[in-house]
Structures are given as C-alpha cells and as structure tokens.
T-cell receptor, first 114, second 120 residues
Framework: AQTVTQSQPEMSVQEAETVTLSCTYDTSESDYYLFWYKQPPSRQMILVIR??????QNATENRFSVNFQKAAKSFSLKISDSQLGDAAMYFC???????????FGQGTTLQVKP | EAGVAQSPRYKIIEKRQSVAFWCNPI?????LYWYQQILGQGPKLLIQFQNNGVVDDSQLPKDRFSAERLKGVDSTLKIQPAKLEDSAVYLC??????????????????FGPGTRLTVL
C-alpha cells in the first residue's frame, strides 16, 4: 500500500530565511506524481508545486522548490525567503498515474516569525 | 473561473442525527472527490466520481455514509446517523479530464473551502 510520511509536525522559520519540509513515501509503482499542498487557516487547500516521477529535474515555482530523490523515496519542499503569508499547514501528497486519487501525509504546520 | 463551492461551511449536530453536505465543482470538471479531514491529519479520500459514476468508494463507511452525483455536476454527501468520530472537515475537490488544451492542469485537483462538522 502507498503511504506518505511527514515526520515534522511543526516547523518554524524566521521571515526571509529558508526552511525545508520533509516527506517520504512508499510505493512499488513507477509512474506517479508528488505534490505539496498548502492549507492556510481558512482551510482551502492550494497546490504549491508538483513533481512527475519520471522527471529527474527538480520542480521549482518561484520561492518554492523540491528535492526529489526517487531512489530514497524522498520529496522535500524548500521555501526560500519565507514570508508571513507562508504560514500554513503543508501536506505532501502522492498520486498514482492517472487515477487521480491522492494520498496525503499527516501535514507539517509552518510558523513564520517576523 | 469560479472555484469549487461547498455548503454549509459549518454544521453542528448531535450524534445520531443526519446531515448533508453539498458541493458544486468547477464547471466542466468531470471528476469529483470527497475527502474527510480529521483535525491534525491529512485528508482521506472517501469517494471519487467520474461524471455521475462512482470510481472509488473503498474508504466510504457505507453503513452510514452515502454520496451521489446526479447529472454529473453537483454532489451531495450524507451521513446518517452521525457519530462523534465523524467530526471533521469534509473537503470536496474537482479535476478536469485534461487533454491537449490544458495539459498543465491535467493532474491538479482544486479544493473547495470545506464543511466543518461538529458532532456533539
């Protein structure tokens, strides 16, 4: 069975600094997608970044980038130049091929200190 | 474009009562999902629809939960009777079928604001 593990329940970072959120997953599939979602206190889930497993290049979206280590089944999120608006719960998620079904980790609450 | 709409946003009921949630997906999105998010946990898929057909309901507690998507657009999720452990946020999400016109959003699910259910 596919599982997603986020081992950091809470993280904090100083404004303008860099923080890395960890995620590991377990699967026997070769074709899958990985995502990081942000859920602010208002609770609407927003996609931050995604990575296709077949791509070796790490995805980047402005201040957000990932470190995808397929052999290690690791998918960490790096937030550079942290802003107060980055404070939220972050979920790592895994999707098998075209099924659309997402499996989420437990989440990491990120606090950004001014 | 308008996002995924859900109502109500909040609901408080007593155990053994019934409750229903409504979801209106993004226009044109064929796939609709209902997730249950218990406080402090990640969302868990309850049911997935493709148009008006059920694709996956393996995690839906069918003795008390039911869902339908008549006409392949709006969807309702019902709990009858509710238990204390049903207290959670119920999230609806939708996804387009994708294709060459908009490949960048092919795999993205768009989430609604959720309905927070409290069972007393």
């Amino acid at each position: 069975a596919q599982t997603v593990t986020q081992s950091q329940p809470e993280m904090s970072v100083q404004e303008a600094e860099t923080v890395t959120l960890s995620c590991t997953y377990d699967t026997s599939e070769s074709d899958y997608y990985l995502f990081w979602y942000k859920q602010p206190p208002s609770r609407q889930m927003i996609l931050v970044i995604r990575q296709e497993a077949y791509k070796q290049q790490n995805a980047t979206e402005n201040r957000f980038s990932v470190n995808f280590q397929k052999a290690a089944k690791s998918f960490s999120l790096k937030i550079s130049d942290s802003q107060l608006g980055d404070a939220a719960m972050y979920f790592c998620a895994y999707k098998i091929g075209n099924t659309g079904k997402l499996i989420f980790g437990q989440g990491t609450t990120l606090q950004v200190k001014p | 474009e308008a996002g995924v709409a859900q109502s109500p946003r909040y609901k408080i009921i007593e155990k053994r009562q019934s409750v229903a949630f409504w979801c209106n997906p993004i226009s044109g999105h064929a796939t609709l999902y209902w997730y249950q998010q218990i406080l402090g946990q990640g969302p868990k898929l309850l049911i997935q629809f493709q148009n008006n057909g059920v694709v996956d309901d393996s995690q839906l507690p069918k003795d008390r939960f039911s869902a339908e998507r008549l006409k392949g657009v709006d969807s309702t999720l019902k709990i009858q009777p509710a238990k204390l452990e049903d207290s959670a946020v119920y999230l609806c999400a939708s996804r387009s079928a994708g294709g060459s016109r908009n490949p960048s959003s092919y795999n993205e699910q768009f989430f609604g604001p959720g309905t927070r259910l409290t069972v007393l």
